[in-house]
């Protein structure tokens, strides 16, 4: 079995719990926060749940600028918890969210578990992750909440 590594980011928005679930959970809208081009097809027909298929196309670092993976979702349980294993040549990443009320708002806190690349890549990793890959996906939190923080809703 591949190594694995789990990384984690935390924002605090300032709105309330329910608000911020159905924001994260419309897929259709996840273009506004993620980095650089991203595009969703084939998206499964319905509201979403646990099973819903979509395959999404955008940026993964260091240099994939048209990235394709296979997106199921294994986690809905509103307003608190949203999962979906993104499959990719093989290897599937799995990105988890946990919202919990904070004061007037709430904190979102996501992780990814995603296998460790091997050889000369696996060397670099390390570096990867720390210097490109956790501040990239901590500005997609920052831009989250700033979204939806200027919403108004």
């Given amino acids: 079995?591949?190594?694995?590594?789990?990384?984690?980011?935390?924002?605090?928005?300032d709105r309330p719990v329910e608000q911020v679930f159905d924001y994260l959970t419309d897929i259709s809208r996840h273009h506004e926060w993620a980095s650089g081009e991203f595009r969703i097809?084939?998206?499964t027909e319905g509201p979403?749940?646990?099973?819903?298929?979509?395959?999404?196309?955008?940026?993964?670092?260091?240099?994939?600028?048209?990235?394709?993976?296979?997106?199921?979702?294994?986690?809905?349980?509103?307003?608190?918890?949203?999962a979906f294993a993104a499959?990719?040549?093989?290897?599937?990443?799995?990105?988890?969210?946990?919202?919990?009320?904070?004061?007037?708002?709430?904190?979102?806190?996501?992780?990814?578990?995603?296998?460790?690349?091997?050889g000369p890549m696996g060397l670099a990793f390390p570096g990867l992750l720390k210097g490109v890959i956790k501040p990239g996906i901590q500005k997609t939190m920052e831009v989250f909440k700033a979204n939806i923080e200027g919403a108004g809703e």
């Fill in 48 to 82: 979403l749940a646990v099973g819903s298929t979509w395959t999404s196309y955008g940026f993964q670092p260091p240099n994939s600028k048209d990235h394709r993976n296979d997106v199921t979702v294994t986690e809905l349980v509103r307003p608190s918890r949203f």
């Fill in 87 to 118: 499959a990719d040549r093989g290897d599937e990443t799995i990105n988890s969210y946990v919202l919990t009320a904070e004061g007037s708002g709430t904190r979102v806190e996501r992780t990814m578990d995603f296998p460790k690349p091997g």
């Fill in 1 to 13: 079995m591949a190594k694995r590594v789990t990384a984690d980011w935390t924002v605090v928005v």
């Fill in 41 to 43: 097809e084939n998206l």
